[in-house]
């Protein structure tokens, strides 16, 4: 008789797995530049529904970012509102990874990201306007994370063989939630 009551339970738990899927909201954006590198720096999130924001990006390049290197943070909000250091804290050669010939995993999927919503799309360096358009984080593409606050923070550096200078910074703030169902019932559609 147990062991059926242990099945159960565990249908019951592998079911409740399978309903709950994970979804990562935006909720604010802060998005700041070195003057002397980047000017019209403008990032907003715009709410979808319940379960989704995007975020628009723009600024424009006035010197050549030329090798990018990214230095990715995860900060996860704990019970007295600090956000303090989660798991990921890593530096990635944008170059190297788009040019094929680094597959770190962070970079592949910063790259996924950025091809799909920016028109960073190409080898480097990067230069002009650069745009990223109703952008999100896929959870195909994010490894599960507890549920909860985070910060991801971004920071643009370009390197030279002799010097590293700052381009930027961005941090996304994002909650890791179940997706929220609604509880609407579809609208009939009147006869013909």
């Known amino acids: 008789m147990t062991i059926w009551s242990l ?28 003057s002397a590198r980047v000017n019209n720096i403008s990032c907003h999130v715009k709410a979808i529904n319940w379960n989704l924001a995007v975020v628009n990006m723009d600024c424009f390049l006035r010197v050549p970012l030329r090798k990018a290197v990214l230095q990715v943070q ?11 250091p989660f798991l990921v804290d890593v530096s990635v050669n944008m170059c190297e990874v788009i040019e094929r010939r680094s597959y770190m995993p962070y970079g592949v999927m910063i790259w996924k990201l950025l091809k799909q919503y920016t028109n960073a799309n190409h080898s480097c360096p990067f ?7 109703n ?35 961005v941090k ?9 169902k609604t509880k609407k019932k579809p609208r009939n559609k009147p006869y013909l």
Do not use: W
């Open 7 to 34: 099945l159960l339970l565990g249908c019951c738990f592998l079911r409740h797995g399978i309903e709950a899927q994970l979804v990562y909201k935006l909720m604010k954006i802060d998005c700041q530049g070195n």
């Open 74 to 84: 995860v900060f996860k909000k704990d019970y007295s509102n600090q956000y303090k």
């Open 127 to 133: 230069s002009g306007q650069m745009t990223a358009r």
């Open 135 to 169: 952008g999100y984080l896929d959870t195909s593409l994010v490894p599960p994370f507890p549920q909860g606050f985070y910060q991801v923070s971004i920071s643009f550096t370009d390197m030279n063989s002799t010097h590293s200078e700052y381009v930027g910074n």
């Open 172 to 180: 996304f703030y994002v909650q890791a939630m179940e997706h929220i």
